[in-house]
T-cell receptor
Framework: EDQVTQSPEALRLQEGESSSLNCSYT??????LFWYRQDPGKGPEFLFT???AGEEKEKERLKATLTKKESFLHITAPKPEDSATYLC????????????FGKGTKLTVNP | SQTIHQWPATLVQPVGSPLSLECTVE??????LYWYRQAAGRGLQLLFY??????ISSEVPQNLSASRPQDRQFILSSKKLLLSDSGFYLC?????????????FGDGTRLSIL
């Protein structure tokens, strides 16, 4: 059973059109949730860590929020340079040092 | 600040040839180290992780092996490559923290097997 599910798989927006990406998880006793941005041909770039329900983090046009069952990455007035694949990850349930990644949402922002 | 280096960036190898991909981390000590493979539409697959020198955990039975000869050096190897070994290989590191710490990735190696 997948521990992390991201939706939608792909999202196309017009420049300035705000939207949200979803990351739902099934792990219990969440020890953190991580958001990454990945550009084509590059490794994922760490964006945010969220540790508890109700927590929010912001960076430029991105805001990440966390509830007990899911996280949202809100993109406000996106620009073409925000186009990328966004990944979320949670620590493995076994208590190890591993992370479980979702398959990502590919965001395309058209000018 | 911490940096992670992976090389080469791209590699084309014939079937049956050996492989060695190297990853080094600077600016930190005693990190956790990870090797992932990323295939289109399948997300990130953890191959190996290491919590210390010569301490390697294998996640998926396969044609690959990993070694950590030094604290900040992680090597992915194969004696004979298969066509199915093609993919995008990523190295990552994290501070120790029982999963509370994010992982930080290198820029990857695109491996093509002919």
């Amino acid at each position: 059973e997948d521990q992390v599910t991201q939706s939608p798989e792909a999202l196309r927006l017009q420049e300035g059109e705000s939207s949200s990406l979803n990351c739902s998880y099934t792990v219990s006793g969440l020890r953190g949730l991580f958001w990454y941005r990945q550009d084509p041909g590059k490794g994922p770039e760490f964006l945010f860590t969220l540790y508890s329900a109700g927590e929010e983090k912001e960076k430029e046009r991105l805001k990440a929020t966390l509830t007990k069952k899911e996280s949202f990455l809100h993109i406000t007035a996106p620009k073409p340079e925000d186009s990328a694949t966004y990944l979320c990850a949670v620590p493995d349930q076994g208590g190890s040092e591993k992370l479980v990644f979702g398959k990502g949402t590919k965001l395309t922002v058209n000018p | 600040s911490q940096t992670i280096h992976q090389w080469p960036a791209t590699l084309v190898q014939p079937v049956g040839s050996p492989l060695s991909l190297e990853c080094t981390v600077e600016g930190t000590s005693n990190p956790n180290l990870y090797w992932y493979r990323q295939a289109a539409g399948r997300g990130l697959q953890l191959l190996f992780y290491s919590i210390g020198i010569d301490q390697i955990s294998s996640e998926v039975p396969q044609n690959l092996s990993a070694s950590r000869p030094q604290d900040r050096q992680f090597i992915l190897s194969s004696k004979k490559l298969l066509l199915s070994d093609s993919g995008f290989y990523l190295c990552a590191w994290s501070v120790k923290g029982q999963g509370y710490q994010p992982q930080h990735f290198g820029d990857g190696t695109r491996l093509s097997i002919l």
